[in-house]
RNA sequence: GCCCGGGUGGUGGAAUUGGUAGACACGCAGGACUUAAAAUCCUGUGAGCAGUAAUGCUUGUACGGGUUCAACUCCCGUCCCGGGUACCA
């Protein structure tokens, strides 16, 4: 007896698995005769938790993905690995004294064994593990690399350093200023000649270079967490807490290593028009990068020292320049020290003292807050030559633009709202388009008392004040980005160390001989608290030689996700961190499929190591990612009980509120849709087994509510359960067809049933009505060869553009036509097992064996869409009336539209509907409709 | 606040991009098989009205307008929901 019951199903599935393992069925090498395609999937950070229904939502789409292209001829390549540094297994480390390597370990077998029972065609020989130090090797070699490079911003592209020497020893910097406004030599210069650079000594040399290095080490305000002991990135960071724990965060300076991530702000947004993210991806990385375009202006600054110095503002608005009524530098600008006057000295040294004081938290919180100090100083506007005052205020940030503004009060919001509240006087420069209530950033009004610019409308007038700016040499036109460099260290001990040694407080790169620098064994995971990380705990591994020292930090997980997609394409190679053949073979990502969380960080550090990877000759393509495919969060739906308040006894949902409760998680399991099962709560655990329950109609009624699936929230659903009671394929296809691929939804298991018995019914056209395989060779009929044809072309489509819900539901309607039809035809059956084969696999191979295949893997082609078929095929034209139908008419698809035209218009029922006036126009859709318009 | 998505039956969701709205599935109702239940199979299922019935008509894709022979789809306005971002000059 061959039923598609839960016994056949487990024999199925653990028979072709074991075959796939056994006949290494997914191993993939380069072939150079087949096109290549690269399906990726997001490496998943090894939780404790182990996979939940989630997490397999984009495995099983790029599972998908890569059977049908392998299926379609395609040299596939499938890996996976692990993202296996981090913090969460730091933080176990500290509360249970196990080894993060060993908790890694275990956490991996977890996932591999579950992942396992999917039935996924990952190329297992290629798996990778971040914290593999033949791994971490070759991280630490790129980061090395991107130390040992600048970027050229005339060839727009990074160099080595060694040019760079080169350069500086022939010219100077005059043309290769440094990278950053604020970067100084040691003597304070900003630009030095070729025979000065030639008199540095080595340690200026160095200080020197840092100042270019993509990869450098500098003094930079970064976000403290005083509870984690580390150091937190900006998108680590959320609402001046820190995400994970909700910490309090705080600004400090730290020396600290960053890469210069900003000098590829022009080339990452470009290379977005090159790429298939979705826009609201590209929208996101776009923001991140936040390029504006508009001026630097410089003002003269008048003080009690006279007009000593200048100030450069950035402006998005230098037609707006008459309007400036005054100036705003941020607290921290250095020139707050030289302008202020004797009089205002107290006033500013007081107000500098409450910025201080305030957090990142009371800064956020109180945004809308205004508050500021007059200098004492004045700028001189370069074009109307007024002179206005200068004032501090912590709204102007000092890490944008150049940390002063120019204030147009009638034109911009803050600029208005902060004159209001300090009673600054307003300048109208844009007429009845101010009405002196609010500001009005407007480009279309009219300039008024703008000098040479009167009369002119303003967006007409932006080039026209930068030109003469620059006849002025008072300013010129700017780019700007609010993207800053990425900051590069974490104080922790889980990840990789920095392949440097320090001498006389220089970092100077390791030998790529003595790669990989690997992580010391420790049982001391505590931050030293002092900012530095639990490395420095081992003094013999930091100083390890006399006058040589080792960095303390370790690499964010960024560092070893930035690049893994290329160590899969040569996993094992100890030489290179892959070989040019094979980089060049399989070349980018074709299709990328993970969660849309990392937009901003993994996102733009992968394209920025690519890059980098290109610019230094490594690489011929300069994108990772051709396709990028988010799919949406399986969220859970948590079940509630409500215990009286001190008492043992629990009231259903309905009831609540007549009794003082409080809301407890239940196992989702322990409840059947929102009625609890009491008897299996009672026995869950052992405090619940003398509950007492109020009812309501008998029964006990959960409350519910959709939240994230954890493990704490009790609303965790394990794949294995599902595998267990329905199988991989019903899995499978389940998750396909709950509902498009990139959108969130809750988990349900409403509805599984009907997978399961599409599945079943699918198996039993294969068999007769006992259960014996039974399949004919007569001539497919012309109703059979339409679904078929129609089935393939439908579902070939919907694979093509990721729509796998629907390709499902195909499949369930050409189950139910077939079965309808009584259809048994081989010729039918069989190139169904093959389109089948990609949602289903196991039990696809079964039948395909059983029809007397005798392969390891479906290799055969789709069969081509028999386009004849269709064009000879009829199709009932819907007849509509002034766009309401009325009757319906077959035609032949390929019947010429005048020739349909003349049958409809003298058809006797048409005539009925139309009484017999002639129409305006007809209007024929191929394939769609006939309208006739009155 | 700003920038993206989105709003379709009792539910999840289809609609080839302007061409018969509600495919497919769940749920529900009725029927068949069964001593009975489960399982399975069949039929019906947006709402309203008329009809014994086949069927016919009206209405219907968050709300209000518009364009069109024809609008879930395009345009204008409003209201909700989700995501991103936030003193970025």
Redesign the pocket.
Known sequence: MADYSKEEIRRIEEKWRANWIKNRVYKTDIDPAKPKYYVLDMFPYPSGAGLHVGHPLGYIASDIVARYKRIKGFNVLHPMGFDAFGLPAEQYALEHGIHPAVSTQQNIETFKRQLGQIGFCYDWSREVQTCDPSYYKWTQWIFLQIFDSWYNRRKQQAGRISTLIEILALEGNTNHPFPSSKSRTRDGKEVFSASEWKEFNEKTKQEILMHYRLAYLAYTDVNWCEALGTVLA??EV?NGVSYRGGFPVVKRQMRQWSLRITEYAERLLSGLDQIDF???MK??Q???I?K?E?ARIEFQVKSEKGTVTSMT?????PDTIYGVDFM?V?PEHDMVKQITSKAQQQEVDAYLKYVESRSEID??A??????GCFTGAYAINPMSKKETPIWI??????????????G?PCG????Y?FAKHFKLPITNIIGSHYDGSEANPTFDAILENSGSLNGMVMRDAIPVVVSELEKLVAGASQI???MRDAGWSRQRYWGEPFPVVYREDMPYAMDEADLPLTLPDSDNFKPSGSGEGPLANIPDWISFAPGQKRDSSTMPTHAGAAWYFLRYMDPHNDKEFADRKSLDYWNQVDVYIGG??H??AHLLYSRLWVKILHDLGYLNFDEPFKKLINQGKITGDSRFVYRLRGKNTYVSSGLIGQFETDPLHVDVSLANGLELDVEGFKKSRPDYANAEFVLENGKYICGSAIEKMSKSKYNVVNPDDIIGRYGADTLRMYEM????LE???PW?T?????????L??FWNLFHDGSGTFSVNGDAPSPDELRTLHKTIKKVQ??IESF?F??S???F??C??EL??LKCNKRQVLEPLVVALSPFAPHVCEELWSLLGYDRTILEATYPAVEEKFLQVSS????I???????A?MEFALDMPAAEMERIVLASESILKWTDGKPP??V?I?P???V?I?L
């Open positions: 900006n998108d959320i979705s826009e609201s929208d996101i776009r923001n991140w936040g504006s508009g503002v950035f402006t998005t608005r705003v941020a800064r956020m109180e945004v809308k807050k205004i508050t205020s912590e709204y102007v940030l000092a890490g944008y633009g150049t940390g002063a503004i120019m147009v911009d919001e803050r600029d709202k700007n980005y609010k849309s969380e937009a901003v067809f709950l509902g498009p959108q969130s939804k349900s409403n509805g599984i049933d009907g997978v399961y018995k599409f079943r019914k489509h919907d729509s819900n629907t499902v539901s195909e369930m309607i189950a139910n079965t309808g199709h009932a034209y819907p509509s009336i002034n766009g309401k139908v009325r319906t305006r126009k209007i859709v394939g769609r409709i309208n318009v």
